[in-house]
């Protein structure tokens, strides 16, 4: 799996659709529309500039529009607006960079790198940083409305910054080179009075200290106090939890910045945030949250009367213009669409899809946590002890040191922790299915709706996580053999415990790698395995329907570890040998060479030892299909090799190849032996 959080989970950027721009020689009515607007930003007048600006934001959700946009040089038209002498046209102008930066994708982040958006952006967020503390407030003096333009321009800026990096590396090389890092944590000083400007900003910092080791040395004893005092920050609302969780993630980013010395506390305090995170019971938190918005609609005060309306124009100079700054922002990414992009009266939604983002997020971590390397001896031999974890919180800052952060790495100490903070506990307790009545409110709340996929995002990323535990962790650990055959039965009910296998493809591809690093430990231990023949077959036959291909090599290669245990055991031919069958099929009509050549291992393991597992390889014929099938398989190599598959997965093949003429030669010595 690797180091990469973000771009495991990460959806595929939305490729800009819509029709042709050009037809006949005549221009399409999106042509129209960006030229019209496009031109306004040119205008003297402040109210034009900001009118426009928010119109091309809305427009810029539409992904069909962008083309049309992108031709006529919009990112050269809108970026100088980043510096405007207004500060309206500032904000909407960087609110509809954002969007365009959401919503384009990879190829529209570079486009924009390439013309230049780096060089205004930079500038903004230097300037409003300088100016941050001025507490500017909007020139639109209406009452009850008490709006810093600074703050709500850097994090429009700020978002934009987020996206551009996560695509580009030219625009993280700028950010390292320009300093942008100490303007970024300036911001960060703000969440105790602005949590949605912080989020945005850690959501920013967890993206630019990913694979950045050019930053790191940017991050001196200030910089980590700043951000340890977000960690320790008592706030207990989801947002909170939210910051708190992104801001472990950039920790765990910048891990080899920090002595080594304070590595238990460190682990300790990550992990204490992550399981306060996965403690909280999303679904309960739905359904008191969704009650609470009912109850807070209730008791709202009846719609203002004609004269009442009246009366707030008369104490608001307002434009025609104005109801453009309640545009909702493009989202930048399915799994992250974080709660500043809801409508500003849903505090009760923003604080559920805060909470969800939060455990995805931490989960997520956990992964990386799993699949780092392993700390040389010498390293180890410095670090604190796991017992600290109960007085970190309490002592962490070590009288105003600053220096409370370690490298982090897999090794008996992080399993330790995972341990002292219940992380195997909480993480199996969300791959369970999401509470159904939670789910039946946000079936019929279309506010809410979107929070079933986040529900179902958060059981995805556990399973993945359960998997990656599985695969570092020990048997003991675990809970000895008892709770990994609890855990095998927990795995079964989700898959049977409906009457139709699932069919869906992300929830498919994580319960069938957890069920194959399971399965895959207990055979290394010789723990016995409660999945029935019966059900490993169903579970197989609709998983090789999958257009997934890791989930068609995840079966198979369940069933080539199943079989292989049964190939130990008594009077299981006939089970081996429609295992064999399976397996031959797979391996001989699979479109992927990569699921081929795993049902080939598959078949290996399978049939390796074992009179049963002669008998039944007898009876299909096991050793001429194979004969057979080897200069066909052999010249698929040579023939699709090249251009499709990456270099591991051709060396990969070419394992199996050799393999197979070994276990062809070992096949025929059986049959040269008297039985």
Not at 198 to 219: G, K, M, R
Not at 409 to 419: I, K, Q, R
Request: charged share 25%; hydrophobic share 40%.
């Amino acid at each position: 799996m690797g180091k990469s959080r973000a771009r495991r989970f990460r959806r595929a950027p939305a490729a800009p659709a819509g029709p042709a721009l050009q037809r006949d020689g005549e221009r399409g009515p999106e042509e129209e529309a960006a030229a019209e607007l496009l031109e306004k930003l040119q205008h003297p007048s402040a109210e034009v500039r900001e009118y426009a600006c928010a119109s091309i934001s809305q427009l810029l959700q539409q992904e069909q529009v962008i083309p049309a946009f992108v031709q006529r040089d919009v990112v050269r038209c809108l970026g100088p607006l980043l510096m405007d002498p207004s500060l309206a046209v500032r904000e909407t102008a960087a609110g509809a960079l954002r969007n365009l930066s959401a919503c384009g994708g990879f190829d529209v982040c570079d486009d924009m790198v390439t013309d230049d958006i780096m060089t205004p952006l930079v500038a903004l967020l230097k300037e409003c940083s300088t100016g941050l503390d001025a507490n500017q407030l909007s020139p639109k003096k209406c009452r009850g409305v008490n709006k810093n333009y600074i703050e709500d321009i850097a994090n429009e800026a700020i978002n934009l910054l987020w996206n551009i990096c996560e695509c580009n590396n030219t625009a993280l090389y700028i950010f390292n080179k320009e300093g942008c890092l100490e303007a970024v944590l300036h911001y960060m000083k703000k969440f105790a009075t602005n949590v949605d400007l912080a989020i945005s900003v850690a959501n920013c910092l967890q993206a630019v200290t990913e694979d950045n080791p050019d930053l790191l040395s940017s991050f001196n004893a200030s910089a980590q106090q700043i951000l340890e005092a977000v960690m320790l920050s008592p706030e207990s609302t989801m947002k909170h939890i939210l910051l708190r969780t992104l801001i472990a993630g950039t920790i765990w980013n910048i891990k080899d910045t920090i002595p080594p010395g304070s590595l238990g506390s460190t682990v300790n305090a990550i992990l204490k945030i992550f399981s306060e995170s996965l403690a909280i019971d999303a679904g309960e938190t739905i359904i008191r949250m969704n009650e609470a918005e009912k109850n807070r609609l209730k008791l709202a005060v009846e719609p203002e009367t004609e004269e009442n309306m009246s009366d707030t124009t008369e104490n608001c100079v307002l434009s025609e213009d104005d109801n453009m700054e309640e545009i909702p922002k493009g989202k930048f990414r399915t799994e992250n669409d974080v709660s500043d992009l809801l409508p500003s009266d849903k505090w009760e939604l923003k604080e559920v899809t805060a909470l969800l983002t939060a455990q995805q997020t931490a989960l997520e971590i956990i992964v990386n946590m799993c699949c780092s390397e392993d700390p040389s001896d010498d390293e180890w031999e410095e670090l604190s002890s796991s017992d600290e974890s109960d007085l970190f919180m309490e002592n962490s800052y070590n009288e105003g040191s600053g220096l409370l952060l370690s490298p982090l790495c897999l090794s008996d100490e992080v399993n330790s922790a995972f341990l002292n903070n219940l992380i195997p506990k909480k993480i199996l307790e969300k791959t369970a299915f999401p509470n159904s009545v939670a789910v039946d409110i946000c079936m019929h709340n279309p506010s809410w709706k979107p929070l079933i996929k986040k529900l179902n995002a958060v059981q995805c990323r556990a399973l993945t996580c359960l998997q990656s535990i599985l695969l570092v962790s020990d048997v003991d650990c675990l809970g000895g053999a008892s709770a990994l055959q609890s855990l095998a039965q927990h795995l079964s009910q989700l898959i049977f415990s409906k009457t139709e296998l699932p069919t869906d493809t992300e929830f498919l591809e994580a319960v069938t790698s957890a069920l194959r690093a399971l399965l895959q430990t207990m055979a290394s231990k010789n723990i016995s395995q409660c999945m029935t023949p019966e059900q490993l077959l169903a579970l197989c036959e609709a998983g090789i329907q999958s257009s997934n291909a890791s989930v068609r090599v995840n079966v198979v290669s369940i069933l080539g570890i199943s079989g292989s245990v049964l190939a130990k055991g008594q009077d299981t031919a006939e089970t081996l040998k429609m295992i064999g069958k399976f397996l031959l099929e797979v391996a001989m009509k699979e479109s992927s060479l990569v699921v081929a050549g795993e049902a080939l291992d598959a078949l290996f393991d399978v049939f390796a030892d074992g009179e049963e597992a002669e008998r039944a390889a007898l009876q299909i014929k096991l050793l001429s299909t194979l004969k057979e099938f080897q200069p066909v398989f052999r010249m698929r190599i040579r023939k699709e090799g090249k251009g499709q598959y990456s270099t591991d997965q051709l060396c990969v093949l070419d394992n199996v190849k050799m393999n197979l003429r070994r276990f062809i030669a070992y096949q025929e010595t059986l049959g040269k032996t008297p039985t």
